[in-house]
């Protein structure tokens, strides 16, 4: 596989391994394709954005068999920014649900779970989708709070100050971070082999993390 052009990293589900969408991603030179296991999800784009992607007969089963909630309640819940994608044509035919049955779902994960519900043609749409995904995160991370000294008072900004206080750690990486552990506690606790999953942690920086925090 060729080396990534921009070194974001695509942690994928080994439960995933039969889809093409697993196998361009590993084609791909934009990503770092990782496979690891997701308690939740899917696809984890950047360590900030995760995905489930389901099919459009899959999104219908989920919703009749009542695991459409749940798993909507998990990925709201988590540390990162969550997505559900809806990959494919839609099939001539659908499990036996009516079709506003699931355009109500969809309002209700948008409205209620403030979950993006995003469609995709087939798996090259997708991965294309990751890229564009993958780069709003990249930006959006750069504009998150910068350390100037003074306490900021919201909790969060709070949170990335106090990691843009580690060496060689400013607001994308913090920003990263934090998504990726979900608190400060468990930045803080966090081995170096954790630390070093997150995309600008090399084993030099690791280690100059733990050292403070021990």
Known sequence: MAAPHHGWTLDIDPRERASRLYQLARECSDFNVRERRLSVGDYLIAGTVLVERKAHADFATSLLDGRLFPQAAALAHGPHRPLILIEGPPPDRLPDVHPHALQGA?????????????????????????????????????????????????????????????????????????????????????????????????LAKAARIRELVE
């Not at 100050?161 to 990263?176: D, E, N």
């Open 106 to 202: 969809m309002a209700s994960l948008a409205v209620m779970w403030r979950l993006p519900v995003l469609q995709a043609g087939g798996p090259d749409d997708a991965l294309r989708l990751f890229r564009f995904v993958a780069a709003q995160a990249e930006g959006a991370a750069t504009t998150v709070l910068k350390r100037f000294g003074r306490k900021p008072k919201r909790i969060a900004s709070r949170r990335l100050h106090v990691l843009q206080g580690f060496p060689g750690v400013g607001p994308a990486l913090a920003s990263r971070l934090l998504a990726r552990f979900g608190s400060l506690e468990r930045v803080m606790s966090a081995d170096a082999a954790a630390l070093m999953e997150v995309d600008g942690v090399g």
